[in-house]
């Protein structure tokens, strides 16, 4: 598995990296940590002629909690993330689902911005951030702007991002109530056969505020906006919980793979989001 | 002088048989300094990379390899038109049958071999395998082995439909053979009078053995001398030198084969491969040497593949579960060519060996052998020839009959073992068992578990579950089986005509230490440090005193390698015999030089004594001194031997192995709470070592049963050919398992050991799906197929109706 | 077509300065190039960690590193874990508990527990089985090498007190 030869840039700053992008086009692509974006260049799956290392850019890293406002630049790591005591108080949800995704090695230079810019269905950090609400931040050569993670994605590998854009950070507020990421997955470094990211508010016995979002069930994450209204409200009883499982099952559409069929995977989702809403209910 | 040793000091001081003595290969492999395939580089050396197909069946139309050749630093592109005038286009199979070693006119599996790049480094191969144009036309396929036997679609053009196969006549133009062993007419009788039979289909996928290290060699043509040097994965390095030698004309005196150290074999690492033959033809053709290492998913998609055995059953019995009879017809799915590496007299390996542990009077089976659109292999994933296929047969068919007798499978179990005084046993298949003690495993690890305490635990928790208390069923999974390891003996065990005995050659240095060559090759069994333990009790020089050495034919006595668990049982004994003869020597120094009779000396752990008076010795680092220092009336000088082992019997290890597991039914995910492992492998060399390979065996066991199949789909894709898909379970994955052990000395071996590394595949592959199984018999199942991934236990469940 | 540069990286302690492709992968580099032979490759897709060396104080798998994007890095190798007059604890430990079979993984697997036991010096058996999760081993079923590197984290610990 050897990838075809390209040529390597390594810019300092964001008008580096834009300048290559706005001259290549398709032709180019950001390199972040590299675990999503090299396997498919050595399967030459992906043909990657301009490959433009993010590494040594400015302010692309780091993780700051001011006020209720995390924001997380696009080149932090997995690792980095799991290890922040700042955003675990801010966010545990972020730990939880860190720690389900790939392995150690993987972690330390699995990125934020890799994990959510490429619109891979498996990832998990794109469902996260839509349970989070998060935004994503986008620099292309017309300037800035701002997406909301709930808008950002569109099909398998498609985003409302422009080939000449870079994803800079994702920001979000801090979370408050009971929270989970649940993932089943057939082994250590397995995409999701079902995931969900969920955040429950709680005033006395009563839900005021739900959040649910799954993995790796569509062709895109799905947050289930009637998933969490159906929750909203109540005490989380049965009858709830299923309304919102079902309110879920009319979300996604899974489709078949090695990891199972379509029946089994969306009874996978049931379980996995029971699990997951029992779990944050309790936590709240 | 030093103060006089105990005799169990001495023993100790030795590091012989039994002792736990720590590994000598570890300080390479510890740090960084071992020495791979891969870590070889060789003055000028080129790289190889195939071509391979992208369709699993397919005219190969043309080749156009200009823009590839075009490419800077590519220096040849073979293709099937450049080996045919050499006649190296196709290659004979281990099984009898031949296969392309580059495609001849057409594909018969996806990743089949279509040309050979060969540049100056890895990085341009790949470049110009891009470049090479290849024009397929796409003809039907046939995945499923059932379809191919009656379809008109011809895989094997390149066979006559009317002649005879390597194993006798071919029924249609893709059958490969049939072989049945035992008595037809009688089985079929005891079956339509018996009290009660079970039938039932058992299907074992296909799966790989996948060693982390994947295949490759370096072939090195010295033109000036005009000898070649195969570095290589080779699991029997002089077989394949033989190989080398038949198929390319080299007389066998001027190539020197060479296992460098191994990354785990399990089976893979048996067969010969398309990329051998390539880079020797490109080593002849340029003259320097060649590599060729292939990378995992050209493992996993082309090298050869485990299983794939479609077993219907039959087993009889009385009411009170007597069992009476058991037929077997197995379907063997061989994917494009016939490449099983199996004796030459046994098309299906040691199948026959699927009357297991039990006392079956009367049995029949049959296999017959098809080809599909599949990579060829067939090969003993960390087992004997097939015999993980037989072990699951029958203890999948134990499970089914007790579900038909409504008993207990342990007890059905205990009812059927061949029993301690019929041994050795004449299987109704054909197998004479040597030795075993069943009753008294099986008791052990019924114990050990608190057997019956389970079984109360279980029937609670079905109750909770339809009480509606949990979605976690419990499943306890038995397994007694019996392996047939250490082929074996001459008469009736060859591969290609070899026979397949092996070797041991020892030579004693004067200062008393030694080093011993063997025809077998470890991959990560520790060959040098427990054959140095065995020669360290026979020969009475500390094993820390001996080196033992593998893998060079040039230097190592001819020998069949290591698979099949025969290392212990064949080189072992030879390693033994060797020893015994250097021992014999030794007897009649030590008489001449204590100035009394041969008969009146004998060994005592490290020396001769005289007999009645033990305070005159002298010990074998003297004896080694006197056979270089002086003459000796009537001995010639030095102390060598060797010796030529042709086992009278293969071994017959066995164990009771008993898993517990938890099954969420609404996630199919499988939970191991507890795993409990006893083999009995006879006299046990180094139980640290026995342990490493029961850990692994299991956990290759648990691989297989619980996820790990090479996949195809409808146009014969692979489905599975990356890690991220093919199951090899993680640190996180895996239980802490508990052993334990009986020893039944095998009778006929020197000392009495039987093998090991490959039980606890054996046991534990039935093992884990017993468990599974298990799990829902309680709600009507009979039998569900591997692999228990999660989306098969779920659909499982949903099939009993487990999900409201 | 080749579109060869300088590029720089300190492997264990010394510097290395050499002409190549930025689509080289740095265990090749490390292999083949350097002849740091310890580190392998297994799997080629970053799931069996073979490949596994210290990069820049991380554990990386080195299949699915670019040379180029290493470039100036400081990089660790089994090689550069202990010598045979002065072996890492962890290099007798995997001996001693019989940590290891073919070998094939073994240097991944050491440098990685190196790593481990740095972050985490004393870990649990659940956590050493999930920080160790990114490395396959075919042959030993894990449970010594557990074994190996919880006695290596004891022995470490040990040796530490005695030196306060």
Redesign the interface.
Known sequence: ????????Y?PKDMAGVLSVLVEHGDDARV?AG??SL??MM???MAEVPH?I?L?DVEGLRGISVDGNTVRIGAMTTQ?EIINDDQLVAAAPIMREAALQI?????R??GTVGGNVANGDPGNDMPGLMQCLDATFHLVGPDGEREVAARDFYEAAYMTDRDDDEVLTAVSFSSTVGGYAYEK?K??????A?AAAAVLLVKDGDTCTSASIAMTNLSDTPIYSEAAGAALVGTSLDDAAVSAAIDAMLGDIDPTQD????I??KR??A???LRRAITNAWSRT | MNKELSREERTDALGGMGCKRKRVEDARFTQGKGNYVDDIKLPGMLHGDFVRSPYAHARVVSINTDAAMALDGVIAVLTAADLAPLGLHWMPTLAGDKQMVLADGKVLFQGQEVAFVVAKDRYIAADAVELVEVEYEELPVLTDPFAALESDVVLREDLDPTADGAHGPRKHHNHIFTWEVGEKDATEQVLDEADVVAEEMVYYHRTHPCPLETCGCVASMDKVNGKLTLHGTFQAPHAIRTVVSLISGIEEHNIRVISPDIGGGFGNKVGAYPGYVCSVVASIVTGVPVKWVEDRMENLMTTAFARDYWMKGKISATKEGKITGLWCHTTADHGGFDACADPTKFPAGFMNICTGSYDIPTAYLAVDGVYTNKAPGGVSYRCSFRVTEAAYFIERMIEVLAIELNMDAAELRRINFIRKDQFPYQSALGWEYDSGDYHTAWDKALKAVDYDGLRAEQAQRVEDFKAGKTRKLMGIGLTHFTEIVGAGPVKNCDILGLGMFDSCEIRIHPTGSAIARLGTISQGQGHATTFAQILATEIGLPADSITIEEGDTDTAPYGLGTYGSRSTPVAGAATAMAGRKIRAKAQMIAAYLLEVHDDDVEFDVDRFVVKGAPEKFKTMKEIAFAAYNQAIPGIEPGLEAVSYYDPPNMTYPFGAYICVMDIDVDTGETDIRRFYALDDCGTRINPMIIEGQVHGGLTEALAVALGQEIAYDDMGNVKTGTLMDFFLPTAWEVPNYETDHTVTPSPHHPIGAKGVGESPHVGGVPCFSNAVNDAFRAFGLRHTHMPHDHWRIWKTANDLGLHG | MSNKKVFKLTVNGEEQEFLAEPRELLIHTLRERLGKTGPHIGCETSHCGACTVTLNGKSVKSCTVFVAQADGAEITTIEGLGNPDNLHVLQESFKEHHGLQCGFCTPGMITRASKLLEENPNPTEQEVRFGMAGNICRCTGYQNIVKSILAAAAEMNAAKEAAE
């Open positions: 598995m050897i990838p075809a030869a390209f040529e390597y390594r390199l590299g675990h090299i396997p050595k399967l030459r490959l290392d590494q690792n790939a392995d150690p090695q993987v330390y230079m089943q057939r082994k250590i470094g397995d995409y056969t090695n990891r199972g069929p029946e089994f009874h996978a049931s379980t996995i």
